[in-house]
């Protein structure tokens, strides 16, 4: 079986707890932080910045943070990710004026980088940066909010994407974004995805009467990963 990544976006936790909610997914099995970055300038929402990313690091999380950037621009921010512990940093090619230079300042900066592909841009723009990126995540909504249902052409690209990353030989992650549902993230893993990020629905799962039911919710969607 395909070396698959679960990787709930926090936007969907609460916030107030947000230290005890990263660690409650953690030990219900996710395997890294999604950190979703909005600036109500790139998208009409505004969440979260270094300072939290560094209070979680401080909070004791040791597994990989995935700082996902709505945000433009994004050079000046991205040193504060990387000094903030941020594991792997990605963008939106829309949002930088010189992507290959972005690029190569993630890595500098010790972090795994990575591009951000809306559901109307085409991957164009990877043919000649293949060999800088880490991660090539697909948006299956439009950027800005959790909660929206998933765009079932994005299957059609996750396996474009697939084919372009196994043609190059090199070590790249296919990510998803939006929408994924324990009723949906077989066929997306079908389609090429190892790296699935959920928000609403790993951290709308829960109900007061079990504190950490988050970890009935990542079982089923390993369940279906595992027939993929
Ligand atoms: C959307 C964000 C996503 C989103 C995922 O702009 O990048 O990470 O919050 O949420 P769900 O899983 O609810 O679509
Ligand atoms: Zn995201």
Redesign the pocket.
Known sequence: MADFKIAP?I??ADFAILGPEVDNVLKSGADIV?F?V?DNHY?PNLTIGPLVCDALRKHGVTAEIDV?L?VKPVDRIIPDFAAAGASYITFHPEASEHIDRTLQMIRELGCKSGLVFNPATPLDCLKHVLDKVDVILL?S?N??????SFIPETLNKLREARKIIDDSGFDIRLEI????KVDNIREIAEAGADMF?????IFNAKNDKDANVYDTVIKQMRDELAKA
């Open positions: 976006s936007s969907s999604h979703d909005m998208v996902h709505m948006m909504v950027p800005g909010f959790g909660g929206q974004d939006g929408g994924v990020v959920a928000g609403s629905a």
